[in-house]
Nanobody, 116 residues
Framework: QVQLVESGGGLVQPGGSLRLSCAAS????????MSWYRQAPGKERELVAT???????SYADSVKGRFFISRDNAKPMVYLEMNNLKPEDTAVYYC??????????WGQGAQVTVSS
């Protein structure tokens, strides 16, 4: 069955860095768009970053220049490198795999807390 398992979350001080990892299995990874979303308390889930099958990366304006998404089709894994973290980055971060409009898979989420 399809599995997306996030790891690497935690507590970090403002200005610090974290790297989230997402291990994928059960589907043809290299054919899927891979994304990271986040949801802060009381807010809607928002798209943070996407890595397409064609190698194109895109980011939310709020994280441009600070976050970097990458993927390894051989493992298969997707990563989110987060730098210069701010308190407003505090959220549960979700790994997402999407193929067209029919296949849409989610991980269980990883908590990231930015606080001094």
């Amino acid at each position: 069955q399809v599995q997306l398992v996030e790891s690497g979350g935690g507590l970090v001080q403002p200005g610090g860095s974290l790297r989230l990892s997402c291990a994928a299995s059960g589907f043809t990874f290299y054919t899927y768009y891979m994304s990271w979303y986040r949801q802060a308390p009381g807010k809607e889930r928002e798209l943070v970053a996407t890595f397409t099958t064609g190698g194109r990366r895109s980011y939310a304006d709020s994280v441009k220049g600070r976050f970097f998404i990458s993927r390894d089709n051989a493992k298969p894994m997707v990563y989110l490198e987060m730098n210069n973290l701010k308190p407003e980055d505090t959220a549960v971060y979700y790994c997402n795999a999407r193929w067209g409009v029919t296949d849409d898979y989610w991980g269980q989420g990883a908590q990231v807390t930015v606080s001094s």
